[in-house]
């Protein structure tokens, strides 16, 4: 009994398989892709030390590093001697855990040293490669990076304060420019630690005069890393002008701001890369000219399935932004508001099992021709405000229309419902429409569509066959009339002198608007 009890006690102080222990190496790749071993320094602390590179002679590492704060739930706390030795690196980042850093841990080549360690502690001379043996000093050629308000105590503090320049970071909120690889001057801002975002105050953090492809960075300053596309990063383009025709996202960013490319009408080609994961509403809110979006499909939350030209959530199939060239798949089970605002679109077809055009889905578009599904139960406020749709067939399970669902829309002739029971709407839902357009309802409903609020503002209101088809015996509406121009707004409802390029707004003498697109 004796003997099983001190084979039980002695099990209990081993390791279980799978237990890390002190002395264990493990490795883990950086988000550069640098394979680095660390070796386990206290398991009651679930500390580590940073002991070198793991990367073979068939694959050198020669690129950049940032050591990261915590891997595998450990702390990195200190960086083990020699563990860069030999090695030629370009910037290399010191996380803010480290307490220590042993001898030659860096006696190598690099470009930078970027630390964020806020009180640094004196080094051995031996940390540092470049020893002058005139002066009898380690000159350190490479450029040291360090928190704001600490360049004094690293010009202090021995073993930094042998780099021949030490330079603060900037601080967060801070502007700058950078270039792209077409040398284009790009503003960003600084977002955290060691991160940028493409920014600007007033939506030109990419300059008007650029024409073709912008490729954006991966990092600006060759130090901070794009994470983000600010709201209204670029240009209003109001006048047409511009040429941008791509704009290349890296696959640092991980979130697309509200509004980026508003008004780049310029815009024709888009590639969502597998890092964003964050798009916030209308990115390319009347960019008239975009026509294809793909998503990376090893994207993890979006996707364009079906060569769709759209972003779709993956796990709710829910679609939320598109293009002048998007269809929507029979697997799209919802569609987000303002999502084709402002776009060239011209016809579309709502599948089966969507149930909500949602607000301003269609506002302002080009939109002409679309085909609503039996399973539609609801059309929003403003969802094809002053679109071009010639004729509209609105299913009989709609149940509710919100306002000025199709205000201004003046290109309708043709308002087909197949509502058995009609409901009262708001009366500005067909303002723009009422005079132009003859309302067609099913057989037997005339007299109650005539006495439905918003419906009744109809002046034609016309019974279908039984079969539910327009009669054919049905005079054609009288033809317009020879109006003139008297009044011409921009999409803004702001009144301007002449039409110009894009989308205008015109009342006519005889108190009718117009929609007119000027190439």
């Not at 222990?21 to 398991?43: D, Q, R, W």
């Amino acid at each position: 009994m004796k003997k099983f009890f001190y084979f039980v006690l002695l099990m209990s102080l081993l390791p279980l398989s799978g237990w890390s222990y002190v002395g264990e190496t493990f490795y883990a790749e950086t988000k550069e892709g640098a394979n680095l071993a660390y070796e386990v320094t206290s398991e009651e602390k679930s500390t580590c030390t940073v002991i070198g590179l793991d990367d073979g002679y068939d694959n050198y590492y020669d690129g950049s590093i940032t050591i990261p704060a915590e891997v595998n739930e450990y702390t990195v706390t200190a960086i083990g001697s020699w563990a860069f030795e030999g090695r030629s690196l370009d910037v290399i980042v010191i996380p803010a855990t480290v307490e220590s850093i042993g001898g030659g841990a860096f006696y190598c080549s690099f470009r930078k040293i970027v630390s964020l360690i806020e009180e640094p502690f004196d080094l051995d001379d031996s940390f540092w490669r470049d020893y002058d043996e005139e002066s009898d000093t380690y000159t350190i050629k490479g450029e040291l990076i360090v928190p704001s308000g600490t360049t004094v105590k690293y010009s202090e503090a021995e073993g930094w304060k042998n780099f021949e320049s030490i330079t603060e970071m900037m601080p967060e909120g801070m502007v700058f420019t950078d270039k792209s690889i077409e040398g284009v001057e790009i503003s960003f801002r600084i977002n955290g630690i060691m991160t940028c975002e493409v920014y600007s105050d007033y939506g030109k953090a990419i300059p008007g005069e650029v024409q073709g492809v912008v490729t954006i960075p991966e990092t600006a300053c060759g130090l901070y890393t794009v994470t983000a596309i600010a709201d209204n990063a670029c240009e209003y383009d109001l006048s047409g002008s511009l040429q941008i025709e791509e704009i290349i996202i890296p696959e640092t960013v991980t979130t697309i701001g509200e509004d980026f490319c508003m008004y780049l009408r310029s815009l024709k080609r888009l590639f969502i890369p597998r890092s964003v994961v964050e798009i916030k509403r209308t990115p390319f809110f009347f960019c008239e000219g975009l026509e294809s979006i793909v998503v990376d499909e090893n994207n993890p939350v979006f996707d364009s399935r079906e060569n769709c030209n759209a972003i779709i959530y993956t796990n709710n199939n829910h679609m939320f932004v598109g293009c002048k060239n998007t269809f929507i798949p029979s697997s799209v089970t919802s569609l987000e508001g303002f999502m084709f605002e402002g776009l060239a679109i011209k016809q579309i077809t709502i599948p089966e099992g969507i149930k909500k055009i949602p607000t301003r889905c269609f506002y302002l578009s080009l939109l002409e021709s679309i085909t609503l599904p039996e399973s539609l139960e609801v059309i929003e406020s403003n969802a094809f405000d002053t679109s071009w749709l010639t004729s509209i067939r609105i299913p009989k399970n709609v149940n509710s229309i919100d306002a000025g669902a199709f205000y201004n829309c003046t290109e309708l002739k043709s308002v087909v419902s197949m509502i058995e029971e009609p409901f009262s709407i708001w009366y500005n839902t067909f303002e723009g429409a009422y005079d132009s357009a003859t309302l067609y309802v099913p057989k037997g409903t005339e007299a109650k569509y005539q006495a439905t609020d918003g419906w009744k503002l109809f002046n034609r209101i016309v019974e279908l066959d039984a079969d539910g088809n327009i009669p054919t015996e049905i005079d054609e509406m009288p033809a317009e009339t020879n109006a003139t121009a008297k009044e011409c707004y921009n999409m803004n409802g702001q009144r301007i002198g002449s039409e110009h390029q894009g989308l205008n707004i015109v009342r006519m003498s005889d108190g009718t608007v117009k929609k007119v697109m000027n190439q």
